[in-house]
């Protein structure tokens, strides 16, 4: 009985649309609920204030999110820059991390099934290293690189290089035999076989490797900012943190999430439009 | 055998494929080693189709992977027109059972794909992709993608990509197993009408005693593991060959016999082998 009902209901709402309505209903019951405890006044509005309320004041959060606005007296369309400065600064630094973690592993994870003598000179040394957490290596970024975009860049590249490059030989391995056996009929050579075949094959599979590293990037480049590489939205929520601003701290975690959920949408397009095969 | 058009590469009188005492044990010298072909030989002539029939491991894959030069063989040696196996050479192409045309590239870009590594221009090699596909029955499908295709489809531009190389010899392990009956009958049909237009020798594996009825000129019936020939039964019937035919009636029970004895002892062995496991573990 209830099937051609949803039949009709699909043919006036798109796929797209559904899931929008529902995203929507999803965030306003929570909200919803929120802003009730604050009505009722169960809810600090000092300690927890509601939605509309870190959302109104944006001039105001905006002017702290940056030295130059936090003191002087800056004008409404300089506080919105700053906040689209940092909320940049931040996505760059991720951006930057994924693509040369991405571009990194996949050399070396190839190259390492390319040449078994480069493979056996590397894989303990990565052996080694996989296990230490990112957040180890946070003094030796800021060692090498000192302060500024480079240190937060180098951290999500590590956290990503070596789940990565595992990733890339594991999916090497994976590969239907027939794929690489074909090429070999038709007369590819070894390098051949490893950026014609391979190398597509094993693309797809990879990038949803780094669709699911995409909040530890994020999470990371929050770290590195936070314990002052410059700039970035981690450093505005240890600012948050350290003036007990509750209203700056939920701002900026609606920032932050806002940005996950956009670079996450951006990486599912270029998965579905670029990448559209399955090996 | 007849002697037929593309033996351009063919010392005299030579066959498309020699078996010499073939033999292969994988991963010989560990104590994981499994003999898989032993003291195999067989002259397959130009032009001819021949089925290789078996129980299952008894090394039919494993064959057709030593004749593409895919893997070395342990003993014994193998010639193509003459002129010994050493590696792969798209002179010998391989069929999978399940198609493994390249899920990234179009239908046409999959069969141009050899072309390519050749190194011919790409209009000229598309247009000659074109050709095939049409050849196959697939004109119309070129911008395709692999995933777009039936499984029948697939089967067909997997062999409209091995034809773009010329081979002069087809080996095909199971290309039709995994499709359903009526899509079975009709490639091969399909592929009868290939062998002839292309003179190509066929290797043709299956466990269907029907399908190397309709195919063959010779079935080769394997014996269990390690595998060797255990009879060759010639089918000198004019194709396409009616399976009510009570010539056929009659092959079909020896066939069946000759391969009931052999699939009763490769299962006696491999419940020997389980066996012998229980006791260890
Ligand atoms: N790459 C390999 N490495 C090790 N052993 C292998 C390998 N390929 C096959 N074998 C072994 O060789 C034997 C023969 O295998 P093969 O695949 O040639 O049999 P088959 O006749 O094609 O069987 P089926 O009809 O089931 O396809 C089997 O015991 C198998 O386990
Ligand atoms: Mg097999």
Redesign the pocket.
Known sequence: MSAPTVKARRKWLPGFATAAIWSIASVALFAGIWEFCWYMRWANPMLMPPPHMFLQDVLYVGKLFDKSTRLGNPSDIEIVLTILKTVGATTMRVIIGLIAGLVVSLAVGMAIRYSPLFGKLVMPVINLLAPVSPIGWLPVAMLIFGLGDAPAIFLVYIALFFIMTLATLSLIDRLPSSYVQSARIMGASRLQIFVLVILPAILPGLFVVLRINLFAALMIVLIAESVGVGGGLGLVVIIARNTFDAQLAFFTMFIIGAVGFVLDIALRQIQRRVLYWQA | MSDVSNATTAPDGAPAISCKSVG?I??MGTD?A?E??KDFSLDVGQNEFVVLL????????????LIAGL?DLTAGAIEGHGVTVTGPDSDRSLIFQESSLYPWLSVVENVSFGLKLRGMAKGKRRKVAERLLVDVGLGGFESKRPDELSGGMRQRAAVARALAMEPSVLLM??PFAALDVQTRTKLQDFLIQIWRDSGASVLF?T?HIDEAMALADRVVV?TA?P?TIKSIVPIDLPRPRDPRDPELHALRDHLIDLLADEVDRAFAEQEQIADKDKIRA
Do not use: I, M, N, Q
């Not at chain 2, 078996?54 to 992977?65: E, H, I, Q």
């Open positions: 292969k994988w991963g994981r499994v898989a072909l078996g129980p299952s491991g008894c090394g039919k894959s494993t064959l057709l992977y893997e392990d199971e594996v466990h394997f593991r595998g």
